[in-house]
Nanobody
Framework: QAQLVESGGGLVQPGGSMRLSCSASRIILSIYSVNWYRQAPGKQRELVALIGGGGITHYVDSVKGRFTISRDNAENTVYLQMNSLKPEDTAVYYC?????????WGQGTQVTVSS
């Protein structure tokens, strides 16, 4: 059974950095469009960043210039590098991979930005 596993979350101070990983098993992640979503308490889940199969990227305005999504095909992993973190970035971050009828989700990883 195909699976996505996120890692790299935790507690970081405002202005700090963190890198999230989305590792895949039993699928070739490089052919999938991969999205990072986040959901803060009491708020709807929002798309933060995506990377297409061809490498095209897109970011929500609130993270442009601070977050970078990238692939490591050898590791079958997609990363979300988050810099200049703000308290409003606090949320559970989810990895999502789509290709054809496949729509896979990870379990989520908590990111807390606080002093």
């Amino acid at each position: 059974q195909a699976q996505l596993v996120e890692s790299g979350g935790g507690l970081v101070q405002p202005g700090g950095s963190m890198r999230l990983s989305c590792s895949a098993s039993r699928i070739i992640l490089s052919i999938y469009s991969v999205n990072w979503y986040r959901q803060a308490p009491g708020k709807q889940r929002e798309l933060v960043a995506l990377i297409g199969g061809g490498g095209i990227t897109h970011y929500v305005d609130s993270v442009k210039g601070r977050f970078t999504i990238s692939r490591d095909n050898a590791e079958n992993t997609v990363y979300l590098q988050m810099n200049s973190l703000k308290p409003e970035d606090t949320a559970v971050y989810y990895c999502n991979a789509r290709f054809g009828r496949d729509d896979l989700w990870g379990q989520g990883t908590q990111v807390t930005v606080s002093s």
